[in-house]
């Protein structure tokens, strides 16, 4: 086994976006394109000779191969270990979870999370660091740079490892521990949650489940915790073998996509909770009989019952959100006296507040929940908190939710999302927008009056890094709001998503439809950005 060095371009195209580099398929397997990306990971590392590497992902068309290169590279550039999850696949928190587990030096996870899969769709990877969460951006940066600047790339000239087979070998001097891809998670999870008491909740025959994890990496993590763990009947989890392409469907757990769940969760003696994850199951979607709740309010929602978990009993040091996630939970903050941190769309921004212990839990309006017992948000953990606080409190979804915003007010909410907009066009409305915000406090649109208007730029209170223009508010004199950014997940042209929120505490008035109760906000976004016209949209691809 020789190592061998290889000479390459740099490829223009490799800068990371908002978690880890996406792109299609094909562009992976361009050749030498992975492999530059990899060594530029490593190029932007210090000390991780003889240390251990977490590597799987999320179980996509190009998992296996990418796998295998990664290995030889690991192997040629001198780690001393890689834990690979059976068969390729470790879900996004269960990488965090192993990394954290074994004192990992990070972990690559492939993965384009909610993108579809499949020869002509998306593959994506991404570097973790040793705490088990997403690099920040000073070391995605670096490894944009040594990207640009490749000549050449070290690879081990050996035969594929057996991924599927469980146990240690050797390739070179590196040793391969393939791992069992479930049983770390699932322990944490087990020492989180009352799995007692769910399991006696799930047997009493009161309640009925259906989970879908829309063919892609939590099925086996879903069966082996609620079905073989918690009891749940066989055939609780649907869609839960991993696919390559998921099926042909779009792993993502959202209103429009996982139209299955939300079929049988809306139809004819539906069940009385219903929960789908994405691609790489750090994304969650919760639903009760016939009833949706946002990611948004479901981040308050736990925060405000954290003391009926045992995981959570003690209190919460404090929560964080991204900007654009509704103000729900900044409620809940204030009446229980915790702080609230606000900061951009991207996880690796809460890795600092949960290191020093300044948050407990964290959020996204993206369908992302967690807490500090990983560095990643966390489908099934946010399915088995809600679980658990149904067990505790014998009550349906619905009146949980409704029961909140009786307490704390309703932020009513939604994103608005055009996909695939004409990259030019999507940055000049965006320009445009920039433009204007000087011009626009105090303005009255309508009902509204501008109270602030501003591009978000956000300090880091631990390590003083500063993230400028991470997405455009402007916020109304009675608390509500509309925010603009693009996109940093896409593969193809751009995404604009409109964001937009209002707070009703008056319980009378609670019971609209978001659309209805938003109306106006909506249609003023497309009066002060020109959406239609810059467009040439008549309306969003997918609002959730
Ligand atoms: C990623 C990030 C999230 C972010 C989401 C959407 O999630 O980890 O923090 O909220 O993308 O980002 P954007 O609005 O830029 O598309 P995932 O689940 O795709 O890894």
Not at 330 to 335: G, I, P, R, W
Request: charged share 20%; glycine share 12%.
């Amino acid at each position: 086994m020789s190592i061998k060095t290889v000479s390459t371009q740099p490829f223009t195209d490799q800068k990371p976006g908002t978690s880890g580099l996406r792109k299609r398929v094909k562009a992976f397997q361009q050749t030498n394109y992975l492999e530059n990306f990899v060594q530029a990971i490593f190029n932007s590392l210090e000390g991780y000779q003889g240390q251990t590497l977490v590597v799987g992902g999320d179980g996509r068309y190009y998992n296996r191969q990418a796998i295998q290169i990664i290995l030889k590279m690991s192997a040629a550039n001198g780690f001393g270990r890689v834990l690979v999850g059976q068969g390729g696949i470790l879900s996004t928190p269960a990488a965090s979870c192993v990394i954290r587990k074994n004192q990992a030096f990070g972990g690559i996870i492939l993965s384009a999370s909610h993108n579809p899969g499949g020869p002509d769709n998306d593959f994506g990877i991404k570097y973790n660091i040793g705490n088990g969460g997403p690099a920040p951006e000073k070391v995605t940066e670096a490894i944009y740079t040594y990207s640009k600047e490749i000549t050449s790339y070290q690879i081990l000239a050996t035969e594929d490892v057996n991924l599927d087979k469980l146990g240690t070998s050797q390739l070179g001097s590196m040793q391969v521990e393939v791992i069992d891809s479930v049983a770390d998670y699932g322990d944490l999870m087990a020492s989180l949650f009352d799995f007692d008491l769910i399991r006696k909740f799930i047997a009493s025959g009161n309640f009925r489940m259906c989970i879908d994890s829309m063919h892609a990496v939590t099925g086996p993590y879903a069966i082996e915790i609620f079905e073989e763990r918690l009891g749940a009947p066989i055939g609780t989890v649907q869609n839960g073998t991993p696919l390559e392409d998921f099926g042909g469907g779009h792993p993502d757990p959202n209103l429009v996509y996982a139209h299955e769940l939300v079929d049988i969760l809306y139809g004819e003696g539906a069940p009385d909770f219903g929960a789908a994850s994405d691609g790489d199951g750090d994304r969650n979607m919760i639903l009760g009989r016939k009833f949706f709740v946002t990611p948004s309010d479901s981040l308050a929602i736990l925060a405000a019952n954290a003391k009926l978990v045992p995981g959570y009993s003690s209190g919460l040091a404090g929560v964080a959100r991204s900007m654009p996630t509704s103000q729900a939970v900044d409620k809940v903050a204030a009446q229980l006296g915790m702080d609230c941190y606000e900061t951009p769309t991207g996880w690796k921004f809460f890795g600092n507040l949960l290191d020093a212990g300044k948050a407990t839990l964290c959020g996204e309006e993206s369908f992302g929940t967690g807490s500090n017992h990983v560095r990643e948000k966390d489908g099934l953990w946010a399915v088995l908190f809600w679980l658990n606080i149904l067990a505790v409190k014998q009550q349906s979804v619905e009146s949980i939710v409704k029961e909140h915003w009786q307490s704390y007010g309703r932020n009513y909410y939604s994103r608005h999302d055009y996909e695939e907009v004409d990259t030019e066009k999507a940055n000049t409305l965006m320009t445009n927008l920039r433009s204007l915000l000087s011009t626009l406090k105090g303005k009255q649109f309508g009902q509204y009056q501008v109270a602030y208007a501003d591009d978000f730029g956000y300090t880091d209170p631990i390590d003083g890094s500063i993230s400028q223009k991470q997405g455009i508010r402007i916020g109304f004199s009675d608390g509500s709001r509309i925010v603009f950014r693009l996109s940093g997940t896409g593969t193809q042209g751009a995404t604009l998503r409109v964001y937009l929120e209002s707070y009703e505490p008056d319980v009378a008035k609670q019971n609209l439809d978001p659309q209805q109760a938003l109306a106006d906000l909506i249609t003023l976004s497309d009066e002060i950005a020109q959406i239609r016209q810059m467009t040439g949209r008549e309306k969003p691809t997918v609002i959730t």
